[in-house]
């Protein structure tokens, strides 16, 4: 177990992102890290295994690369998965699941494919001992993956379980709540440091202003949850208790405060207490109010990181919406208005902030009327999103407002 090939999948446009945070991890780097499509491939022992699920905040889950075989039909996938180890990993008195993704395969049925790695896999027990263990598709103990490209077949199993966004702290949500490897993605892009202020005037259930105030408190986001490999036949108890001690005593306070603030009280006491389960209280403030009359939170000039409501999940920060169920929403034919007057607001109050926001509206820059200064591709689930950086500086306000006035005349 001290050669692993393990490949972490992330969120695409994450990925060199996450070759970052795995090298500041691990310190591994040249052919022992690589960057491909959608994650990276790492070579590495069991215990950085472990440790890459403890303290991954942008990978969705930590794979095990067993097998990379070509396939021409079903039947190649058989033979692939009946000649791996798998009573090397777990018992035949654990469950399993299998799970199948492909790029341009040839094969039909994904479903079926699937069905041929599941019979090998039992097959290949009952022929060793008589017995097969259980398939549970919902709670199983062991997921094993495949993919399937053009050509090729490549069999994982997974150390995490649960995908690692879940941190374990997030029990109060909105509607379409960012995920954590997300918000998490948006802070390492921004290149902010915790040494200067982080504002999330959006902050929805708290999930950026949340994740930001750990980092600060370099706290491991995958200290409160379970981890697949705990039920891995390869698990070393000792070693993981040693790897969460660490983790443990290595927090501190924050050097300075986080915020966050939302138009929803209601959504303000969620974000307060996901921070408090996730041991952050103490280091980030929420507040209620309108973003588009909120003033800055510190008298120092710091970071805004919002990802501003849109398409299905328009429910707005501001004035510019609508109360719909009780909630405050943003009509979409209104939604331009909402963000001209942030930007607004941002120009007279903000100067020497900088904002960046994420968005699938790659026009949002000329409807805000802010010209950015740098655009990073990246995806929020199948929405194809950009998050653009506006840098707020002392007197755009008066020659916007100049601007403004000259295309009225």
């Not at 005593?249 to 405060?257: E, F, K, Q, T």
């Not at 970071?303 to 299905?312: A, C, F, Q, R, T």
């Not at 900088?354 to 820059?365: E, G, I, Q, S």
């Amino acid at each position: 177990m001290s050669n692993l090939q393990l490949f972490l999948p992330c969120a695409a446009g994450v990925e060199d992102l996450l070759a970052d945070e795995v090298h500041g991890l691990t310190g591994l780097s040249g052919d022992d890290l690589l960057v491909g499509r959608a994650g990276v491939v790492v070579r590495a022992s069991w215990r950085e295994a472990m440790r890459l699920n403890l303290h991954s905040r942008l990978a969705q889950r930590v794979l095990v690369q067993l097998s990379h075989t070509p396939y021409r039909e079903e039947t190649d996938l058989y033979e692939a998965a009946a000649a791996v180890a798998w009573e090397a990993w777990f018992s035949v008195r654990q469950s399993f699941k299998v799970e199948l993704t492909s790029q341009h395969s040839p094969l039909k049925s994904l479903n079926f494919a699937a069905l041929k790695i599941k019979d090998a896999v039992a097959d290949r027990f009952r022929s060793r001992g008589g017995e097969r263990p259980d398939v549970d598709t919902q709670r199983p103990d062991v997921r094993v993956f495949g993919h399937l490209t053009s050509t090729h077949c490549t069999l994982y199993i997974d150390t995490s379980g649960e995908p690692l966004f879940k941190r374990g702290w997030r029990e109060d949500k909105g509607e379409a709540p960012l995920k954590e490897t997300l918000a998490a993605a948006m802070i390492a892009a921004s290149g902010w440091r915790a040494d200067k202020p982080l504002y999330d005037p959006c902050c929805g259930s708290g999930t950026i202003a949340i994740e930001a105030a750990q980092i600060a408190c370099n706290i491991a986001p995958g200290l409160r949850r379970r981890f697949a490999f705990e039920q891995l036949l390869p698990h070393q108890a000792q070693v993981w208790t040693q790897l969460e001690e660490e983790a443990r005593a290595a927090g501190r306070a924050a050097p300075v405060p986080v915020f966050g603030s939302d138009v929803a009280f209601r959504m303000v006491d969620f974000a307060q207490r996901n921070a408090e389960r996730a041991g952050v209280a103490q280091s980030v403030q929420f507040r209620g109010g309108d973003a588009l009359q909120r003033m800055p939170p510190s008298d120092t000039p710091g970071v805004m990181l919002l990802n501003p409501p849109y398409g299905e999940r328009i429910e707005t920060a501001g004035v510019a919406g609508r109360v719909q169920r009780g909630r405050e929403r943003a009509q979409v034919e209104g939604a331009g208005d909402f963000f001209v007057q942030l930007a607004a607001h941002w120009k007279k109050h903000y100067a020497g902030w900088t904002a960046w926001v994420l968005t699938p509206d790659l026009k949002l820059p000329s409807r805000m009327r802010l010209k950015e200064s740098r655009r990073v591709p990246m995806w929020n689930g199948p929405i194809e999103c950009r998050l653009f950086r506006f840098d707020m500086v002392a007197g755009s306000a008066r020659a916007a407002d100049k601007g403004d006035a000259t295309a009225g005349a």
